[in-house]
């Protein structure tokens, strides 16, 4: 497609969220530029709620605390980049991505808290703003000499940095409704990181029965974080640096993998088997203590796949593979969130990676009156688990933080249906999963075992209603489910769009709808073994979201392997 190209769009909501973006192509017979910004804005209000009650040696103590607030995402990106297509062989791409993000966020609490020797009402607020940006640059290669054959290359490296500052103020309310200041403090906490990839993959198809893919891929990051805390007297007003709370974290990991997946079909059966071999190094040092816990391992992850046509239409399946879920980010940072003094929050460097075996077993079934039906058996088998996981010291205060657990099971079953609804492109969709999970694992000496069955259903419809506008229902439900201490609750929701196009459909306006019902949220109950808690966690509610896209030019339908963007109005909430 010769010329320019693209798209304008721009979006507003009832959370204070605003949208907006540009998407630009410009292809000069074998050059093509390309060029995406965006801007996302919003405040979106939270709510929460906990009720926890602690045995301790010295009596009960219990801590209830309401709170509201809201979290702020706003965001800037650029990317722009430039495809040579020098003949029908060879692409060579050039890209580059610039982020920059806000976020803003407060909270508003009161605390009931009764020990065995008193009662206090405490107010608490605070205030938290961050800062981010993150740098990207892109090389990629593609060379397809046939339509059979085809290799893809590309080497990116990505740099960024934040800040966040958190200021914190703690009362004792009087029965009078007087305020007693108990506690000021705030905290700084900083990051730089890097990361460089490198990968090649190798496509070489036989026909249409035959496929060989091969590839090797290199990963290699650091990501270096700092925190110190700053605590005000309160009687003389000074503030000074916690000298206990400085500490830098240093996480480094470097990945090696290569891998081969080789398929081919006779006659009704169809087979593949694959294998990747990796080769990790990671080092996580606390660098002011001195500290640095090493974990190099060497893994395999094979994976296999058996299918038999039974009719046109109608196939039978059934696969193996294993895989790798790694720690990342706020899991392993070991600086406690002091955001709540009752409810403080830390990662684990410490955290090894979780191990899954899947196996399943389908069957598909593609109607002449172009519906499908799909079921799926399935059976997870985990081991090293990552979870959240909660202590009460014998204060009552609360630490969440993760732990590994020692293994888990998933077994469930899935159904899915999507047919036409009417002859005017509608349809209709409705899955649900019914399923048992197990958790099991022993930490700091005490056995933990939970496990219970759950179901979730979803739905979805689609429906023209005149000329250029649709409309779009769906809703989606989860009942109980277990996890390492406790259950999350059942819970709902609903939402909707409309869409009318204009101009020949290159001018679309739109009305979304979230949590149409004002149903979703957080709902749970917890235990260890002297505690139970209980609570609930809302944010957005109901959301109202008008937008407006224009488009121009032919629009471009090639996609590239990278992620290029889709212009503006992306959510980006960057730490």
């Given at each position: 497609l010769q010329g320019l190209n693209g798209s304008v769009n721009t979006s507003w909501s009832g959370a204070d969220r605003v949208r907006a973006g540009v998407n630009l192509n410009y292809k000069n017979e074998n050059i093509n530029y390309f060029f995406n910004a965006g801007h996302s804005s919003g405040r979106y209000p939270r709510t929460n709620w906990s009720n926890r009650i602690s045995q301790l040696a010295d009596g009960t103590y219990t801590t209830y605390q309401e709170a509201e607030g809201f979290g702020g995402r706003n965001g800037n990106n650029i990317k722009a980049g430039i495809d040579w297509t020098p003949s029908t062989k060879h692409t060579f791409t050039l890209q580059g991505t610039l982020n920059q993000g806000l976020r803003p966020r407060f909270e508003d609490k009161i605390t009931d808290w009764t020990t065995p020797y008193s009662a206090y009402a405490i107010s608490q607020y605070s205030e938290e703003n961050g800062t981010s940006w993150n740098n990207s640059v892109d090389a990629i290669y593609d060379w397809k000499p046939s339509k059979d054959e085809s290799l893809n290359v590309r080497f990116s490296y990505t740099d960024g940095m934040r800040d966040d500052r958190m200021d914190f103020e703690q009362d004792t309310l009087g029965v009078n409704g007087g305020k007693t200041p108990s506690m000021r403090y705030n905290t700084h906490s900083y990051g730089d990181q890097w990361e460089f990839n490198c990968l090649a993959d190798y496509t070489k198809k036989w026909g249409e029965s035959t496929r060989l893919e091969s590839g090797v891929k290199v990963i290699m990051r650091d990501d270096l974080d700092g925190f110190e805390r700053f605590n005000t007297d309160i009687s003389t007003g000074v503030t000074?640096?916690?000298?206990?709370?400085?500490?830098?974290?240093?996480?480094?990991?470097?990945?090696?993998?290569?891998?081969?997946?080789?398929?081919?079909?006779?006659?009704?059966?169809?087979?593949?088997?694959?294998?990747?071999?990796?080769?990790?190094?990671?080092?996580?040092?606390?660098?002011?203590?001195?500290?640095?816990?090493?974990?190099?391992?060497?893994?395999?992850?094979?994976?296999?796949?058996?299918?038999?046509?039974?009719?046109?239409?109608?196939?039978?399946?059934?696969?193996?593979?294993?895989?790798?879920?790694?720690?990342?980010?706020?899991?392993?940072?070991?600086?406690?969130?002091?955001?709540?003094?009752?409810?403080?929050?830390?990662?684990?460097?410490?955290?090894?990676?979780?191990?899954?075996?899947?196996?399943?077993?389908?069957?598909?079934?593609?109607?002449?009156?172009?519906?499908?039906?799909?079921?799926?058996?399935?059976?997870?088998?985990?081991?090293?688990?990552?979870?959240?996981?909660?202590?009460?010291?014998?204060?009552?205060?609360?630490?969440?933080?993760?732990?590994?657990?020692?293994?888990?099971?998933?077994?469930?079953?899935?159904?899915?249906?999507?047919?036409?609804?009417?002859?005017?492109?509608?349809?209709?969709?409705?899955?649900?999963?019914?399923?048992?999970?197990?958790?099991?694992?022993?930490?700091?000496?005490?056995?933990?075992?939970?496990?219970?069955?759950?179901?979730?259903?979803?739905?979805?419809?689609?429906?023209?209603?005149?000329?250029?506008?649709?409309?779009?229902?769906?809703?989606?439900?989860?009942?109980?489910?277990?996890?390492?201490?406790?259950?999350?609750?059942?819970?709902?929701?609903?939402?909707?769009?409309?869409?009318?196009?204009?101009?020949?459909?290159?001018?679309?306006?739109?009305?979304?709808?979230?949590?149409?019902?004002?149903?979703?949220?957080?709902?749970?109950?917890?235990?260890?073994?002297?505690?139970?808690?209980?609570?609930?966690?809302?944010?957005?509610?109901?959301?109202?979201?008008?937008?407006?896209?224009?488009?121009?030019?032919?629009?471009?339908?090639?996609?590239?392997?990278?992620?290029?963007?889709?212009?503006?109005?992306?959510?980006?909430?960057?730490?």
């Open positions: 000074a640096i916690d000298p206990l709370s400085v500490n830098e974290f240093l996480y480094s990991e470097n990945i090696f993998a290569a891998y081969s997946n080789y398929g081919f079909k006779k006659g009704k059966w169809g087979y593949q088997l694959g294998l990747r071999a990796e080769q990790a190094n990671i080092t996580a040092t606390q660098i002011t203590q001195d500290s640095t816990f090493y974990n190099n391992y060497f893994q395999v992850y094979p994976s296999a796949f058996l299918t038999y046509e039974i009719a046109r239409g109608r196939e039978l399946n059934i696969s193996y593979s294993r895989r790798v879920e790694r720690p990342r980010g706020r899991q392993l940072n070991p600086f406690i969130d002091y955001s709540d003094p009752f409810n403080l929050r830390q990662g684990n460097p410490y955290l090894l990676p979780e191990f899954t075996g899947a196996y399943e077993a389908g069957y598909t079934h593609i109607m002449q009156k172009g519906g499908t039906f799909t079921s799926n058996l399935y059976f997870r088998d985990k081991s090293n688990m990552i979870n959240w996981f909660n202590i009460v010291d014998s204060t009552g205060i609360n630490l969440t933080t993760f732990r590994n657990l020692n293994d888990g099971e998933d077994a469930g079953l899935e159904l899915n249906y999507r047919g036409k609804l009417g002859n005017k492109g509608g349809f209709a969709s409705i899955g649900g999963n019914y399923f048992y999970s197990q958790v099991r694992g022993e930490v700091d000496g005490r056995t933990w075992n939970n496990s219970g069955f759950g179901f979730g259903l979803n739905t979805m419809i689609s429906t023209p209603l005149w000329k250029d506008a649709s409309l779009q229902l769906m809703g989606n439900y989860r009942s109980k489910r277990v996890g390492a201490q406790g259950i999350g609750r059942p819970f709902y929701f609903v939402g909707g769009g409309f869409k009318q196009g204009f101009m020949d459909d290159r001018l679309n306006f739109s009305i979304n709808c979230q949590d149409i019902f004002n149903t979703m949220g957080w709902n749970y109950e917890n235990a260890g073994p002297n505690w139970t808690q209980e609570g609930q966690f809302r944010w957005m509610s109901r959301v109202v979201e008008f937008g407006l896209t224009y488009n121009f030019g032919e629009v471009q339908r090639r996609r590239r392997d990278v992620n290029r963007g889709e212009g503006g109005g992306m959510d980006m909430e960057m730490y």
